[in-house]
């Protein structure tokens, strides 16, 4: 690989009463550093270790068994909230010296990772989030089978899980080597695990286009708390995801064409605290790294539907600039994507081709989130505020680097394009619902590191709007930092009574499974409760409510009636109705407040339905022909 020859590094002095800063790290130069280490250090590990005695005291004492309104908002202890804050200004006082130790930085984002995401995983006595014990069902079946039925109908869209396997390949094999009875005994931990392996894929993009340590950790930092999506569990998204990443990492650093930097490098020269631009790849490079993506692409496609979607889109755009054309490589990944939906994934392929002429160009309604409703209770109509709250600002923040920035826009335009390049989705589809946190999600890399830079004054500049730039980022960096958590937490925990069920609630699912004979119709009011999928290649699902909220008000009226008409003569039904169901279906508006009561009375009241089991744990009723 060819060489870059580095400028000298100026050193330019600060705002009065501050130290002289490196023009690219914004730290100080180590001769300066040394001699206040000792105090540098302390100030360094104090708030991490207050920050770990704050959350070993707080975790055991969260209120996680009677989760209320607020999920895990108002049952955390205040420990834990200032488990947080010892943690963010930590951060901020470790950043000063990202340049010259910039494993603080990493240390304290990795704690705020795992302080953020690990408290379920230490706590819960059972699967956080019914959509990760579904798929901890699919990698059950696959071991019990040995194999996938690509081809086979199943209810549910179930069939699309064999039809792109790949992560539920890769988890039997880890379950087999871990020599565990299932993935429910580690996945509760994903999050973390993610997290933890997306970390150093960030930094790797981010010193592509930045040799600013304080921008790069603060778009670590930022990114982690505006992750709210929720697709970071034992997921195919959240393993693609990460391999998404990946590729685009080895791209924007090992696919340079040759003659395409020199001007930038130029420019890196005269301005200091410009990136430090990758030298041209030669073609025998470029080739080792196409040997090595191939099976990370693959792997993309053989697990999720969409990402490969989202990584040619990204490919494409990167096409659009000098540095990064590389046509072959978008035409290799196409391919492959092409190749795997006409094979394994034809029958999902077709069917969702089919419904294009209705989705394509709605933009309204394919940047809906869900069927639902609006949201319902404190708790929800909190994350939904929340959630528009992050978006806002981190769209402002990032809109405010573009407009200031130039320099950083003009060397770093791949990854502001590649953060745009999922937002055409919206004229495609509506993606179950969920194509608004799809986008959001591909965006964020790119958007996070935006944000950070209009928090993070460019290091080297002088002059009074530069020490004005400064002065404004003290306060400013601290303060966003400050408020992301507070978005954050909505985001991720305000819903948890959805997430979370104990374990006599799951029992009584599986004792309903257990009653209901091989070929039964299973009704509930949506599958967002642990058990829903269990042994799901056994029976028919019927999640009544998730349809139009107009059609579910009809439901209303006469539940039981509604109900019998839908079950097929002859087909042995059974209800299931369980308090997260409850608060699943209320939450998020797919009934009105009080509908989930009206009902069960009207099941219970009807002669239609006789109840098998009832408890406070949940109910289950058997429908009885007439």
Not at 18 to 26: K, N
Not at 95 to 122: D, E, F, H, I, S
Not at 567 to 590: D, F, H, M, N, S
Not at 600 to 626: C, D, I, K, N, Y
Request: charged share 15%.
């Amino acid at each position: 690989m060819q060489q870059q020859q580095r400028a000298p590094v100026p050193v330019a002095d600060g705002p009065a009463g501050e130290e002289r800063t490196d023009a690219r790290s914004g730290a100080p130069p180590p001769e300066r550093g040394r001699r206040h280490l000792p105090w540098q250090t302390v100030l360094s590990w104090l708030p991490l270790l207050l920050a770990a005695a704050c959350w070993a005291y707080a975790v055991p004492r969260t209120g996680f068994r009677d989760i209320g309104d607020y999920g895990l908002l108002d049952r955390f202890p205040p420990a834990y909230y200032a488990a947080l804050a010892a943690l963010t200004a930590g951060f901020v006082v470790t950043l000063r010296r990202a340049g010259t130790a910039p494993r603080w930085p990493a240390a304290y984002c990795v704690a705020m990772l795992v302080a953020l995401k690990a408290p379920p995983a230490v706590l819960y006595d059972g699967v956080r989030y019914a959509w990760a014990a579904k798929h901890d069902e699919v990698i059950t079946r696959l071991l019990a089978q040995g194999t996938v039925h690509p081809y086979t109908e199943l209810s549910g869209g179930m069939a699309a899980y064999d039809q792109w396997p790949g992560f539920f390949s890769l988890n039997a094999a880890l379950v087999r080597a871990f020599g565990v009875e299932a993935a429910a005994s580690y996945i509760n931990w994903a999050p973390v695990a993610l997290g933890l392996l997306t970390l150093p894929v960030l930094v790797l993009i981010y010193r592509t286009f930045s040799d600013d340590w304080r921008l790069v950790w603060t778009g670590v930092w930022i990114f982690q708390l505006a992750n709210w999506v929720g697709q970071d569990y034992l997921s195919p998204q959240g393993f693609s995801y990460l391999l998404h990443l990946t590729v685009l990492a080895v791209v924007v650093r090992h696919f340079v064409r040759p003659g395409s930097a020199g001007p930038l490098r130029d420019r890196a020269r005269l301005d200091p605290a410009a990136a430090t631009v990758p030298p041209p790849t030669g073609r025998r490079q470029r080739a080792v790294c196409v040997l090595f993506l191939l099976p990370l692409i693959a792997a993309v496609n053989a697990s999720h539907q969409l990402t490969p979607v989202m990584l040619c889109a990204t490919l494409s755009v990167l096409c659009l600039t000098r540095r990064y054309r590389n046509i072959g490589l978008l035409a290799v990944a196409g391919a492959l994507m092409l190749v795997w939906d006409l094979t394994m994934g034809r029958v999902l392929f077709l069917e969702t081709l089919s419904t294009l002429r209705d989705s394509a160009g709605d933009l309204l309604g394919n940047s809906r989130a869900g069927y639902a409703g609006e949201p319902t209770g404190p708790g929800p109509e909190l994350v939904g505020t929340a959630n528009v709250a992050m978006v806002l600002v981190l769209a402002v923040l990032a809109g405010t680097a573009v407009v200031l920035r130039r320099r950083l826009v003009r060397s770093a335009l791949p990854l502001l394009l590649a953060a745009a390049a999922p937002l055409p989705m919206f004229a495609v589809n509506d993606y179950g619902g969920e194509m608004l946190f799809r986008v959001y999600l591909f965006g964020l890399p790119g958007t996070a590191f935006f944000a950070a830079a209009a928090l993070v004054p460019a290091a080297g500049a002088t002059g009074r709007s530069a020490r004005a730039a400064r002065r404004a980022a003290a306060v400013a960096l601290p303060v966003a930092l400050i408020a992301l958590p507070a978005g954050f937490l909505p985001s991720y925990y305000g819903k948890e009574g959805m997430h979370y069920a104990p374990p006599a609630e799951v029992a009584l699912v599986k004792r309903a499974y257990d009653r209901a004979p091989a070929g039964s119709l299973i009704l509930a009011t949506t599958g967002s409760f642990p058990g829903a999928y269990t042994r799901y290649d056994q029976y028919e699902r019927w999640f009544f409510t998730e349809q139009e909220v107009p059609e579910n008000l009809t439901m209303l009226k006469d539940p039981a009636g509604y109900l019998a008409r839908g079950i097929p003569e002859g087909r042995r039904a059974y209800v299931i109705l369980t308090p997260t169901q409850e608060k699943a279906v209320i939450g998020e508006g797919y009934l009105p407040p009080g509908g989930f009561d009206r009902l069960t009375a009207g099941l219970m009241g009807s002669p239609l339905f006789r109840v098998v089991e009832r408890s406070e744990h949940g109910l289950v009723l058997q429908h009885v022909p007439r």
